[in-house]
C-alpha cells in the first residue's frame, strides 16, 4: 500500500466522519437552553402559563418529575379536585374528584382521570395514585411530557432543540460522508480486485448514511426562546420571593385550600418538599433527591453509574482484563503484524546493524507503514488500541489501589441494582446495590455501588463514613456514625398504663437474631405493619431483596386470646420454659405469657420451625414491655 492508497482508504473516510461529528457538535453547542437570571423577588403570580409548563420553563427547558405533582394541586386550587388531610401526617391525605371536568387541557384533563379512575366511593388516598405497572407508568408519563411540551410551544415559549431544517441539513452532510466512505470502500475493493466491489460500496454508502441520519434525527429535547426566556425570568423571581418564606417549603397538600395557585407553582419551581414527599403519580426521579442533611432541605442531583463493566467490580476483574488485553495486543503487534509484514522486509546484515538485527522485526512494519496492505494495518493498530486500553485500564487500578476516598454524610438513597433470576423461581439474588450519600456541602453526588456481602451495615438515613474506590465507584467499608432515627409512632392516649410507645413488636427481636435464624439478612419494613392500636402491634421484615421473610405480632387482651386459640387448634404444643402456653403450627409460632401473646409468622423460603427457638426470647421481652413501671 502507497501513501496515496493510504490517504484514500482510511484518511478520507477518516476526514469525513470526522467533519460530520465536528459540526453536529458545534451544533449541540450553540443549541443548548440558555441560562436564565431570575427577576427581582416578587410574591405576585407574574403570568397566565400553567403550573406545568413553568415547570418547563425553569429547569432549562426540561420536564421534571414535579410537573404533574403541580398540576394534581393546581386542579384543587381550582376546584377541580378536593385535599383533606385524615391524620397528623401529610402522607394521610385523601383526594376527592369534585365532579368538575370543564375547561381543562390535555394534560389536566389526563391528570384528573388518573385520580377519577383510582378513586373508589368517591376517594383515593394521595399516596395510592403511583402506577403499579411500570410500562404503563412510562406510557403516562410520556403522554403528558408531550401535551405539556405541545402547549409551551403553542404559546411561543419553546422550539425543538434541532428543528427539521437543522436535522434534514445533517441528513445530508450524513450522505456526504456516506459518499467518502463509499469511495474509499470502492478503492481498496478495487485494488484487491474485489469480485461484488458494488455491493460492497453500496452497503458502506446506505449504513453510515442511515447511521449518521438516525443520530441527527434523535429528539433532542427543547430550547429557549426569546419569549420563554422573558417568561421564565419572571417566574424565576416568584421562585426566589417562595424560598425566602420560612414556612413555605413543610406545607403540606390539603394547604392549598389556603394558599390556592401558589402551592401549584411553588410545586413547579421545586420549593414545596412536603408536599412533593407525598404526591407521586408514577414518575419517581432517583436524580433528584430531597435531603436536609446539613441543616436546610435542598434537591440533590446524582449521577449512576453506566454499564461499563468496571463499576461495583473488586479490581481484581479489571486487572484480569487488563492482562488480557495486553497479551492479545502485544500479540497482534509483536507477533502477528510483523509476520504479516515480513514478507516485504529486506534481510539485515547483525554486523553492520546489531539493534535493527535484534528488534527490527517489531519495529519494521511501524518504519514502512505505506508499503503495508489494510489488513496487516489493521491489525497493528487494534493491537495499539488493545495496548492503550490496558495501560489506561492499569493506570485507573493502582490509581484506585493507592487513592481510597472517604466519603462521609447521610444515605440518603439505597437499592438493588444488579441481581441473579432464575427460571425456577421469581426470587432476586442481589449483586450490587446503589448507595448514595449525600456530604451536606454540595448539590451533586454520585451514586457509589454497594457489594451485597457488606449490604446490611447500613440503612437508609443512617450517617455514614464509607471507604471507596473513585474509579470503580465500589464500597469498600461503611462505617455506621450515627444510625437512623425510626419514624414516630402515633397510639392512643388512653392505651393501658402497661403499654409503651412505638412499635413493641419491633423492639422484640433484633433484625441480627433474626437474620441468624432465617439464615439471610433481614432489616425491619417500617413502611408496612400495623401500629394504630396500642393493644396490637406488628412489624414485617424484608430480606435485602425485598421479600417478606419473618412478621412479629403482639397482641394483649381478649383479641391475644383469639390468636392463640388459633394457633392452638391448627398446631402442636410446645415446650414452655418461659411461657405459659406455646404452639407451633405450619404457618406461625404462638405464644402467651401473661396477658401478652406473642405470634412470630414465616415468610418466603421460612419455616416456622425456624422461628420456633426465638419464641421464648421474643415472649420475656414481651412481658418485660408490658410490667407496669413505678
Known amino acids: ?75 384543587a386550587a381550582r376546584g377541580y379536585l378536593e385535599l383533606r388531610q385524615a391524620g397528623p401526617e401529610s402522607r394521610d391525605s385523601t383526594v ?27 376517594m383515593v388516598p394521595l399516596t395510592a395514585l403511583a402506577f403499579a405497572n411500570e ?7 410520556s403522554s403528558l411530557r408531550r401535551a405539556v411540551i405541545d402547549e409551551a410551544r403553542r404559546l411561543g415559549l419553546t422550539r425543538r432543540r434541532f428543528p427539521k431544517g437543522l436535522v434534514v ?9 456516506g459518499l467518502g466512505v463509499a469511495a474509499g470502500s470502492y478503492h481498496y475493493l478495487s485494488r484487491i480486485q474485489a469480485a461484488d466491489r458494488w455491493g460492497g460500496v453500496g452497503a458502506a454508502f446506505f449504513v453510515t448514511t442511515m447511521v449518521l441520519s438516525g443520530i441527527a434525527g434523535r429528539n433532542m429535547g427543547e430550547r429557549d426562546t426569546p419569549l420563554g426566556r422573558a417568561v421564565a425570568a419572571r417566574w424565576l423571581g416568584l421562585r426566589a420571593w417562595l424560598v425566602g418564606h420560612e414556612a413555605f417549603a413543610d406545607l403540606p397538600p390539603a394547604a392549598v385550600t389556603v394558599w390556592h395557585r401558589y402551592l401549584s407553582y411553588g410545586a413547579a419551581l421545586g420549593v414545596t418538599r412536603a408536599a412533593s414527599q407525598v404526591i407521586h403519580l408514577g414518575l419517581a426521579d432517583r436524580s433528584r433527591i430531597w435531603s436536609a442533611y446539613g441543616g436546610t432541605w435542598r434537591q440533590v442531583g446524582v449521577s449512576y453509574p453506566n454499564t461499563l463493566p468496571r463499576y461495583g467490580q473488586p479490581l481484581g476483574w479489571p486487572f484480569v482484563r487488563a492482562l488480557g488485553a495486553a497479551g492479545f495486543g502485544w500479540s497482534l503487534v509483536g507477533i502477528v503484524g510483523p509476520a504479516a509484514a515480513r514478507q516485504e522486509s529486506r534481510p539485515v546484515d547483525p554486523a553492520h546493524d546489531p539493534f535493527h538485527f535484534l528488534f527490527g522485526r517489531w519495529f519494521q512494519p511501524w518504519l514502512n507503514l505505506a508499503e503495508l496492505d489494510s489488513i496487516t494495518l489493521g491489525i497493528l493498530f487494534v493491537g495499539l ?17 493507592a487513592g481510597t476516598a472517604t466519603v462521609s454524610g447521610e444515605v440518603i438513597w439505597y437499592q438493588m441494582w444488579q441481581y441473579h433470576s432464575s427460571d425456577e423461581s421469581s426470587d432476586r439474588t442481589p449483586i450490587n446495590y446503589y448507595l448514595v450519600i449525600d456530604d451536606g456541602r454540595s448539590d451533586r453526588t454520585r451514586a457509589w455501588v454497594l457489594p451485597k456481602e457488606i449490604s446490611g451495615q447500613c440503612e437508609l438515613g443512617d450517617v455514614v463514613t464509607a471507604q471507596v474506590r473513585r474509579w470503580t465507584r465500589r464500597v469498600k467499608q461503611v462505617t455506621v456514625l450515627r444510625a437512623a432515627t425510626p419514624a414516630p409512632h402515633v397510639t392512643d392516649d388512653s392505651a393501658d398504663a402497661g403499654t409503651v410507645a412505638g412499635n413493641v413488636a419491633e423492639s422484640l427481636l433484633t433484625a441480627d437474631e433474626l437474620s441468624a435464624v432465617v439464615g439471610r439478612q433481614v432489616r425491619p419494613d417500617r413502611d408496612s405493619g400495623y ?11 424484608n430480606d435485602l431483596t425485598g421479600t417478606f421473610a419473618v412478621s412479629v405480632s403482639v397482641v394483649r387482651g381478649r383479641a391475644g386470646r383469639v390468636v392463640l386459640v388459633i394457633g392452638k387448634g391448627a398446631g402442636q404444643p410446645l415446650p414452655t420454659p418461659r411461657g405459659d402456653e406455646a404452639y407451633l ?38 412481658a418485660v414491655q408490658a410490667a407496669p413501671t413505678s
Open 1 to 75: 500500500m502507497n501513501p496515496v492508497d493510504l490517504a484514500i482508504e482510511l484518511g478520507l473516510p477518516a476526514v469525513c466522519l470526522l467533519g460530520w461529528a465536528g459540526v453536529y457538535w458545534i451544533a449541540l453547542l450553540f443549541t443548548r437552553p440558555a441560562d436564565v437570571a431570575p427577576a427581582p423577588a416578587s410574591m405576585t403570580l407574574p403570568g397566565p402559563e400553567s403550573p406545568a409548563v413553568v415547570n418547563l420553563l425553569a429547569n432549562r427547558w426540561s420536564l421534571t418529575v414535579d410537573a404533574a405533582e403541580s398540576t394534581l394541586l393546581d386542579l
Open 96 to 122: 376527592h374528584p369534585t365532579g368538575r371536568t370543564d375547561g381543562l387541557n390535555e394534560y389536566e384533563r389526563q391528570v384528573l382521570d388518573r385520580v377519577v379512575e383510582r378513586a373508589v366511593g368517591g
Open 135 to 141: 410500562k404503563r407508568a412510562g406510557l403516562w408519563s
Open 169 to 177: 441539513a445533517f441528513g445530508v452532510f450524513g450522505a456526504l460522508a
Open 385 to 401: 488500541a488493545l495496548l492503550g486500553y490496558a495501560a489506561y485500564t492499569m493506570i485507573r487500578v493502582f490509581g484506585d489501589v
Open 531 to 541: 401500629r394504630g392500636d396500642p393493644r396490637y402491634t406488628n412489624t414485617n421484615f
Open 585 to 622: 403450627a405450619k404457618d406461625r409460632v404462638v405464644g402467651r405469657r401473661g396477658n401478652v401473646v406473642v405470634m412470630l409468622a414465616p415468610g418466603r423460603n421460612v419455616a416456622a420451625t425456624q422461628l420456633a427457638g426465638l419464641l421464648p426470647l421474643a415472649l420475656d421481652r414481651a
